[in-house]
């Protein structure tokens, strides 16, 4: 999991530092920042969650920090009751994880993927279809991420039963074997070959938009500010998010 823009221990050091002003109080400080919300989001969103969060944070005046990972192991630390203010997930059944645990509240569908295979520029090994990944070093999700579930619905419905060289923890985990040159392909979501851009090449799988994977988001209970949690939801429910989502390779409910 990857958390950004954490407030500067210096920074805050240096604040405390400082004498008070005469005349300073409430007012000054609501000058400041409006808050800080913790959103909890599967790997697959890290790039335009990252895009939406910087335009939020000069329109809210208010600090977002992003925890990407595995959408099931987020929904557990929802569930368990860990920090967080906000959880998007990449399938119905992770988000049930949380809902189930009374942690999440107010769920909707926000966006839809579909599975794709990505190989490095040049395709070197050929690959055409998923039956061309038997005999070649290719890589997926772990069997309990989302992307692991639509990859092992998506081959076998396609009739095939290549073993991978490996299973990733997430999707962004799959597209870095193949970045690095690790793997020969990789079935990642169509927006992750979008992120990727000109370090690899997208082959497209047949039949693929029949096993499509929903994207849920949802204020979590044990939120500190469930007023910002909202306006984030909100946002990304927004015009700006759904245009967002969709340069980014996601199609829209």
């Known amino acids: 999991m990857r958390t950004l823009r954490r407030p500067a221990l210096l920074t805050t050091a240096l604040l405390l530092t400082l004498p008070l002003a005469a005349c300073g109080g409430a007012d000054d400080a609501g000058s400041g920042e409006a808050g800080r919300i913790q959103v909890l989001a599967a790997a697959s969103l890290t790039d335009v969650f990252e895009q939406l969060g910087t335009d939020f944070e000069e329109s809210e ?5 992003f925890s990407f990972g595995s959408s099931t192991d987020l929904a557990e630390q929802a569930a368990d009751g860990a920090p967080g203010d906000v959880l998007a997930t990449a399938d119905e059944t992770s988000m049930t994880v949380a809902e189930d645990a009374d942690a999440a509240q107010d769920v909707q569908v926000f966006a839809t993927n579909v599975l794709t295979i990505v190989v490095p520029p040049g395709n070197p090994a050929g690959i055409s279809s998923l039956a061309d990944l038997e005999g070649t070093t290719w890589v ?5 991420a989302p992307c692991g579930r639509v990859a092992l619905a998506v081959l076998e419905d396609a009739g095939v039963s290549a073993e991978p060289a490996s299973l990733e923890e997430d999707v962004r985990a799959t597209l870095d074997k193949v970045t690095s040159g690790e793997a020969d ?3 990642v979501y169509a927006s992750d070959a ?4 000109d370090a690899v090449e997208s082959v497209p799988i ?3 938009d029949e096993q499509p994977t ?3 988001v949802a204020d979590l209970a044990q939120s500190e500010d469930p ?3 909202q306006a984030w939801v909100d946002y990304v429910l ?6 967002a989502l969709e340069d980014a390779g996601f199609t829209l409910p």
């Open 61 to 65: 005046r208010a600090e977002v920090e």
């Open 140 to 144: 997926r999700c772990a069997d309990e």
């Open 185 to 187: 392909a990789g079935l």
């Open 194 to 197: 979008v992120a990727a851009g």
């Open 206 to 208: 047949e039949g693929a």
């Open 214 to 216: 929903s994207y849920y």
């Open 227 to 229: 007023e910002l949690a």
């Open 238 to 243: 927004g015009e700006e998010g759904r245009r």
